[in-house]
C-alpha cells in the first residue's frame, strides 16, 4: 500500500520562501514563513485544510484517563478542558476497545481520515495505553492520520515512542511562557514522583514545553499550539508566546476562549473569572494567528466524525454493536483510498481552475494587481452549515456558525461561532438568557448570517440585532453564495463606507 | 498502615500506574486501596504516589480518615468559597 510516508529525518525547514509555484495568492500569503514540506502537508489535511475539511472526518479515542497537571480550567471530574467544553464526561475505553470502534465508524464513514487521543486527561500522562491504540491502528488502519494533544509535561521523554507512529502532527497547550504567569493557571503538576506547586511547577511545565516543541519540529511532525485565552491573566502575554512558538517552528496557534462558569466547579468558575467576549477573542486570534484561515477552523479535533453527515450516528457504534460487527477491513481500507483519491483530484481541479488568469472568483488576489480602491467595504457573514461544503443547516439546529469574511477578494473563513460557547461571565450569563440570546450575542459583528431555513420568531429576532437572516442559499456552496450576498449588498449600495479599523482581506 | 480511596474519587486511573505495590485496584463505584498491600509508599517513595498525584481534595485518607489532601489544598479554592458557589448555584 502506498501512503504518504513521514519523512522523520528530515527538519522542516522554517525558512524556506514564501511563494512556490502553484501556491502563489491567498494560499502563499495564509502559509507564509511555511516550507514547502510543512505547507504540503497542512494543505491536504482534513483538519487545517479549508478546503479538505469539508470532505473529511475525525473522531477522538477517549483511552487516557490521567492527567498529570492541574489547570485552573479544569475539573477532573470532566473530560480534559483544553480538548472539549467543560463539563462533558466521555466513555473511557480500553485500547483495544477504541482500535474496534475506530475501525467500525471508519468501514461505516470512509470520509474518516483522522484519529486524535486527547483525553479524557493527557495522553502522555497514560503512555501504555496511548501507545497501545495508536500500534494497533497503524496496523490496521495505515491510512488514518494519528494526532495527539498534550499538555507537553513529559513530551520530551516520550517523543522517540510517538515518533514511531503515523503521527503527523502534536498539539501542544501553551497558555503562557513566563512561570508567573502560570502559576495563575496551573495550580500543581507531578513530577518525579512529587507533587510541586506554583511558580516552581510553571517554570518545569513552560521548559518541559518548550524542549518538547522544539524536539518535534526538528524531526519533522507538525506542531500546533493551542492557548487559552483568560482575560487578565493571560491575555496580553499571548502575544508573546506567539511571537515565541512561531519562532520556534510552530506551524499554527490556536488561541480558544476560556469557558468558565461555576457549575463546572473548575477554580476560575467559582472564582468567578470570567470568559473573553467574541471581540476580545477575535482582536486576538488576529494578532496572534495572521492571515491563516486554517487556524479559525481548526476544529480542536472535535470528535466529529460521527456526526459528519449531520445526523447523529453516535448510536450506532456503541461497544456491544462494535462488537458484533463483521467488517471486511481491506474493503473499507480500499473504500476509504478511492474517496481519498477522488476528494484529491476535485482539490486538484478547483485549485487549477482558480489558478486560471480570468477567473473571476480567484483573480483578485491583491498583490498582483495595480492598488486601487476598494468597491465596497468587506462583511462578516455567518453560515449554518453541517459540512460538504453546503448551506444546509437549520439556523435553530445550528450548533456553530462559520464565519466568513467577504470582500472583493473573495470569501475567506475567519472564525467559527459555537452557539453555546461564548459566555462572557457575569450578568450576561442569567438564567433568563434562551439558546436564541446566546446565538445571538455570538453572532456578534456579523451582518448576514445564511442557513437553509429559519423559523418567524429568530428572524424577527436577528433583524432587530442587526443581522439579516437569509434562508435563499440552501444548498448552494458556502463561498458561492457568500460572494452573492455580497455582491446583492455591494448592488444595494450597502458597502459604501468601509468601517473604520476593520481589516480587509 | 494503609491508605483508602474513598468517594469522591472520579475514577480517572491517575493513581494505578503509581503504585510501587500494585495496592490499587479499579472497582465499583471508585477505585480501592488493598489495605493488605499498601505500605503508604514507605521505603520507595518520599510521598504516597497515589496522594500525590490524585486531582481530588479528599479522595484519599489514612488510617485515621485524615484527607492527604484536604478542602483547599489542590484547587485554591477555600472551603467557604466553595460552599458560598454553592449556595449560589442551588439558589438560581
Ligand atoms: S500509598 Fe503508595 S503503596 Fe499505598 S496505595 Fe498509594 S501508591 Fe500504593
Ligand atoms: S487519582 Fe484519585 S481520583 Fe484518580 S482514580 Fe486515584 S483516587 Fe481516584
Known sequence: MDFPAFDQTAPASAHASACSAGSCGSTAAQMNGLSDE????????????????????????????????????????????????????????????????????????????????????????????TFATFRGLAEKAPDLKLCLSTNGLVLPEQIDELAKYNIEHVTITINCVDPEV?????????????????????????????KGLEMLVARGILVKVNSVLIPGVNDQHLREVSRIVKAKGAFLHNVTPLIAEAEHGTFFGLMGQRSPRADE?????????????????CRQCRADAVGLLGEDRGAEFTLDKVAAME?????????????????????????????????????????????????????????????????????????????????????????????????????????????????IR?????????????????????????????GEHGMEPIEDAVMAVWREMLAAGLLATPVAGKRCA | MALEIVESCVNCWACEPLCPNQAIYEAKPHFMVDANKCTECAGDFADAQCAAICPVEGAIVNERHEALNPPGSLTGISPARWAAVQAEIAAR
Not at chain 1, 115 to 122: E, F, K, N, S, V
Not at chain 1, 281 to 297: E, N, P, T, V
Not at chain 1, 450 to 464: D, F, H, N, T, V
Request: glycine share 8%; hydrophobic share 40%.
Open chain 1, 38 to 129: 510543512v505547507r504540503r502537508k497542512v494543505q491536504n489535511h482534513p483538519c487545517y485544510s479549508e478546503e479538505a475539511h469539508h470532505h473529511f472526518a475525525r473522531m477522538h479515542a477517549a483511552v487516557a484517563p490521567a492527567c498529570n497537571i492541574q489547570c485552573n480550567y479544569c475539573n477532573r471530574k470532566y473530560d480534559c478542558s483544553n480538548e472539549s467544553r467543560p463539563g462533558v464526561v466521555s466513555e473511557l475505553l480500553t485500547p483495544e476497545q477504541a482500535i474496534n470502534k475506530t475501525l467500525a465508524v471508519a468501514a461505516a464513514i470512509p470520509q474518516l481520515s483522522v484519529l486524535g487521543i486527547a483525553g479524557p486527561g493527557d495522553p502522555l500522562a497514560n503512555p501504555e495505553r
Open chain 1, 182 to 210: 502560570g502559576a495563575k493557571i496551573y495550580p500543581w503538576i507531578f513530577w518525579n514522583n512529587r507533587r510541586i506547586r506554583g511558580r516552581a511547577a510553571a517554570k518545569i511545565l513552560i521548559a518541559q514545553q518548550q
Open chain 1, 281 to 297: 477573542l477575535k482582536a486576538l486570534q488576529d494578532d496572534c494567528a495572521g492571515d491563516m484561515a486554517m487556524m479559525r477552523h
Open chain 1, 327 to 439: 467488517i471486511d477491513h481491506q474493503a473499507a481500507l480500499e473504500r476509504r483510498l478511492a474517496l481519498r483519491a477522488k476528494v484529491a483530484a476535485e482539490l486538484e481541479s478547483k485549485r487549477a481552475r482558480a489558478a486560471t488568469p480570468g477567473d473571476p472568483a480567484r483573480q483578485v488576489i491583491a498583490w498582483h494587481r495595480q492598488p486601487r480602491a476598494a468597491l465596497g467595504r468587506s462583511v462578516l457573514i455567518a453560515v449554518a452549515s453541517r459540512g460538504s461544503g453546503l448551506i444546509n443547516e437549520h439556523f435553530g439546529h445550528a450548533r456553530e456558525f462559520l464565519v466568513y469574511e467577504a470582500s472583493e477578494a473573495g470569501a475567506r473563513l475567519v472564525g467559527q461561532r459555537k452557539t453555546d460557547l461564548y459566555c462572557s461571565g457575569g450578568e450576561t450569563c442569567g438564567d433568563g438568557e434562551t439558546v436564541l440570546d446566546r446565538t
Open chain 1, 442 to 470: 455570538a453572532l456578534a459583528g456579523c451582518e448576514r448570517v445564511l442557513c437553509s431555513k429559519i423559523g418567524i420568531e429568530p428572524w424577527g429576532r436577528l433583524e432587530a440585532a442587526g443581522i439579516k437572516p437569509d
